[in-house]
């Protein structure tokens, strides 16, 4: 694997990738979602997210990915240098999460090249196969998603994150329900998009976090307030 | 304080004066009274209405929920005032024109802004959080806005030929008495005036509803 | 972007594949529509039986078939993304608006392959006087622009409350009174003998405003 690497946004070399939180926070309704959190990482690296279950850790992925609009303060992405809206976030970013679903009615092959196609991204059946080459979904490509193990459906969560390229990964929880075959794939994915590019794991799994150079470890502070 | 009790002499003194000191048209007869509510309140559902929906547009440019406050407020009063125009407009039709309801174009335009208002309220109790609520029903006012026109437009030319209705010109309004339009005019005034204020006590509940919720 | 245009075409498209193939497979809102457009042309037909004579009432009573149709089926291509819990993955790989263009277009497939059964059944049924077809056929395809461009957006709305579908009728009846009052009174002048231009004149109008207004919308549909 080159340090360059292409994206649909062009090429892009390393240390391009920055991501920086000011003060930012979220709540949904009268619960705070996220305490207020100011951090800054650049790639290279893989970012490990900690925290006990309900502190934000999902909410935080959500919002660098662009899905979420944070209550207060500011989530950036720059990309080669330029910083990258919100609304254009997709086209940078990997995002697999636990409530990322797939159509059922479709498909392995047929929601992946979906994604692809919507995308606009150049020969999309062989990204695709890439895609799930890495994942080692290949020999499941024909199955409906309906029919699929959680296990399973986990690999192809991942393998719609990286259909793409992107120089920044947010996996959100990526080891659940995955077997040891599994584990050893993401493994070698996480480390090898860490070396060119920005991984972010939002995990309270030590087998994943011990994979991150460096911990944001979110506090709990503020969880006590009930409505 | 000086403005509440302002506004409630001033409303008052409306009311006696028209009563007591402005004359009848020859035709409408008692009836003629009704003008002072009826035209007013449909006034107002008007004005709430273009209100609420000028809030939704600043909502969705700058995102401050201070402007959700003053669309929904404007909403609920708008409809309360809406009701009132109904009623009252339906039981002038019910003495003038014979029954309560035909469809006219005026009547099926008050109607159409009832629907709005209905339709706007009911999907803002459906929606939570309080940023989602504000977003979503701000784009349905932006849409009804756009066909508001058209219904102004479309629907008079429609129903116009299903109900020829030729009662639709002895309002007479043409030539107003002087005493009937000063009284009138001091009621538009008032109504508009209690309007703003309800307005302005809605939205005090709803950003204190707003920041107990935040706390 | 080296060429948004056409990827922005792209996406668009994909979307609408993506959509049909979908409904193609499951089939689930075609039949509950085609079925619920039957059922209340079977109702109407019955309780009053055929009217050749009065071309008026019949412009109404098909309108009101065709509206209820659409009001029981056209916030399902949004309600379907967010019960599948597929919302995320859409809004992931396209913009709202390629999303909601996607799925107007998915809605006209929809309102045309529901009005190639409902009308052709409705006119045999009724006994209806042969329609101008030119007149008749602009009405139609008009009256379903305006009526797509309208629900398409509501639809959006509808999927993100807690009732999800309940609202979609309530909310949307406004927005389509215009498009109901106009395409009634296009269709029975047309019957009449008379010109309909004015009326596919004013939705087509009303169809381009409020997607144009849609279109400045689309980007605040999902922000959470």
Sequence with gaps: MSALRETSVGVVGTEAVRVT??????????????????????????????????VGKSTLLKIVAGLLEPSRGEATLAVGGRSVLAAERRRCVGYAGPELSF?????????????AMTRGLPAPAVRVRESLDRVGLSRHGTERVAALSSGMMQRLRIAFALLHRPPLLLLDEPGNHLDDEGRVALRAIVAEEGRAGLVLLATNDEREWRLAERRIELSGRGLGHSA | MILRVGLWVWITVCLVAAFLWAPLVPILGDTTRVLYFHIPSAWVAVLALGWSMLHSLLYLKRRDLEHDHQAAGAAEIGLLFCVVATVSGSLWAKAMWGSYWNWDPRETSIFFVLLLYGAYLALRTAIEPAERRARLSAIYSAVAFVAVPFLMFVVPRIYFTLHPDPLLN????????????????????????????MLSLRVRVARLLQRREET | MPNAGSSFLAAVWAILRKECRSEWRTRYGLNAAVLFAVTSLTGVSFAVGRLTDRSDVLAALLWVVLLFAALASLSHAFVREVEGRTLTLLRLVASPTEIALGKLLFNLVFLTVLEAVTVPLFLILMGAPGPRWGAFLALLASGSFALATSATLVGALISQTRGRGALFAGVSLPLLLPVLAAA??????????????VEVRMLMAYAAATLGASLLLYDHLWED
């Design chain 1, 103 to 115: 159509y059922p009615e479709l498909g392995v092959t047929e929601n992946l090249t979906f994604a």
């Design chain 3, 184 to 197: 009634v009174a296009g269709t029975r002048n047309q019957w009449a003998g008379g010109s309909a231009a």
């Design chain 1, 21 to 54: 939180a000011r003060a930012l926070a979220h709540r949904y309704g009268p619960q705070r979602g996220l305490e207020p959190l100011s951090f800054e990482v650049v790639a290279p690296a893989v970012v490990a997210v900690t925290g006990p279950n309900g």
């Design chain 2, 170 to 197: 002895t309002r007479g309004k043409v030539d107003m008495d002087p005493r009937i339009r000063a009284v009138f005019l001091a009621m538009l005034v008032g109504f508009t005036t209690l309007f703003f204020w």
